[in-house]
């Protein structure tokens, strides 16, 4: 497993880079994100895909959540953002707001879940979005820990736990914990909350009055 140390407000182009070949070559890795630290992986690899999910021990039917590196990266893969999920994404990314979107040809089918739609944001964290960037699309960020096992906001906890499964590590110090983000499904009309988290579902709802 390679570990890549970096300095999570300025991290080093050259190593972000080494770590988006090895995503890029279907590898899994973890890094640190503004909540937990997180597993990513090529969500359009299907091998990659399914060994995100056996290292998670998560049941298939659960779909996997996705990061950008900015509004402009998702949309673009999106092919442009609806009227309601532009807006959300104008106030509250970077940070941890997920909007559930259609999801968009390419996508590997386990990552979806048979739902139809992704689970997406932009992290308020500089690695998770110069990781994202520097593959060139968004990838996967479901919490770096066995389903079931609490999720980890230190990078000594992600080795112990998953040391042997991972590709690599990216040490960025400790992740900030607290809430997983807010979930809000933006595919219909008007918001729907999925899961309550770091943004209050008050402040969605005041954003769009």
Not at 19 to 43: F, N, S
Not at 114 to 142: K, N, Y
Not at 178 to 186: E, K, N, Q, R
Request: proline share 13%; charged share 20%; hydrophobic share 45%.
């Amino acid at each position: 497993m390679v570990s890549f140390q970096l300095d999570a407000e300025r991290p080093d182009p050259d190593a972000v880079a080494r770590a988006a070949a090895i995503l890029r070559g279907g590898g899994v890795i973890a890094y640190p994100t503004d909540t937990l630290y997180g597993l990513g992986a090529d969500p359009a690899n299907r091998i990659a895909v399914a060994q995100l999910y056996r290292i998670k021990g998560r049941p298939v039917d659960r779909p996997i959540p996705l990061i950008g590196a900015s509004v402009a990266q998702v949309a673009a893969h999106t092919g442009g953002l609806a009227p309601l999920a532009a807006k959300l994404a104008g106030r509250f990314w970077p940070g941890p707001l997920t909007l559930i979107l259609p999801a968009w040809p390419g996508l590997d089918e386990a990552v979806l879940a048979g739902t139809g739609t992704a689970a997406i944001r932009v992290p308020a964290h500089p690695v998770a979005r110069a990781l994202a960037a520097a593959c060139g699309w968004p990838i996967t960020s479901t919490s770096a820990n066995r389903t079931g096992e609490p999720p980890p906001s230190l990078p000594s906890d992600v080795r112990r736990r998953l040391e042997g499964a991972l590709d690599a590590v990216i040490d960025g110090g400790p992740a900030p914990g607290g809430p997983p983000s807010t979930i809000v499904d933006a595919t219909g009309p008007s918001p729907r909350l999925v899961r309550p988290g770091a943004v209050p579902w008050e402040r969605v709802l005041e954003c769009l009055r």
